[in-house]
């Protein structure tokens, strides 16, 4: 199958935000006294903020809480979340992610991001690939997050292509959801490598190169 343009999740396939994630929500939610793990922490993989927020609440059993006051709780957690990205430098990229993404570019592939967080281009830019990609699909043009395909169809959009056209990779089960459901093909890695819905399944980010 040969491909006009790859679209990428960014935290846990560019790069990895996975700690930073759950230090703050951990922050979040021992302050409001509510039950928080890395199981539970699993599952927001590939879920926006605030439905990530939405599932953390289904271990909260006092007061109901507002819309206001779950959006001021999401805020804070990205405020913590946003000090922390201060952090990231180009450290950050791994040499086979900025490897593989020359050799992609070199063999004329359209990239783009397609991602919930509405932190994408800050973390872009920490790591060194501000201006990089082609396109960014991310938490700030979107109204639905994955398992909903809206993030990868802009990004197509975006890319002037085709989903059928584009190869999406993922490391969330609801980001290969999410491109099934949009008509792309798909490769998951990490947690999503043997997802059965995925098209591809990668032991490593160079092996994207296998099938472009």
């Given at each position: ?29 021992d302050e409001l006294n ?59 990229l791994s040499e086979e ?116």
């Amino acid at each position: 199958m040969k491909y006009k343009a790859i679209i990428f999740d960014l935290d846990g396939v560019i790069c990895f935000t996975d700690e930073y994630h759950y230090l703050a929500w951990k922050e979040l939610t021992d302050e409001l006294n509510i039950p928080f793990d890395r199981t539970i922490n699993e599952r927001l993989r590939g879920v926006s903020r605030m439905d990530s927020l939405e599932i953390i609440l289904e271990k909260y059993s006092g007061p109901e809480f507002s819309k206001d006051e779950k959006e001021k709780f999401a805020g804070k957690k990205n405020d913590i979340y946003r000090k922390s990205l201060e952090n990231m430098s180009e450290k950050d990229l791994s040499e086979e992610v900025r490897e593989t993404l020359k050799e992609l570019r070199n063999r004329g592939l359209k990239l783009a991001i397609g991602s919930s967080s509405k932190n994408t281009k800050f973390i872009l830019k920490q790591i060194g690939l501000e201006g990089f990609f082609d396109a960014i699909s991310d938490g700030t043009n979107i109204t639905r997050s994955k398992p909903n395909p809206e993030v990868f169809l802009k990004a197509a959009q975006f890319l002037a292509e085709e989903p059928k056209d584009c190869l999406v990779i993922e490391d969330a089960e609801a980001g290969i959801d999410a491109a099934v459901s949009g008509g792309f093909y798909s490769a998951g890695i990490g947690s999503a490598e043997s997802y059965g819905k995925a098209t591809y399944h990668l032991e490593s980010f160079k092996d994207i190169l296998k099938y472009v």
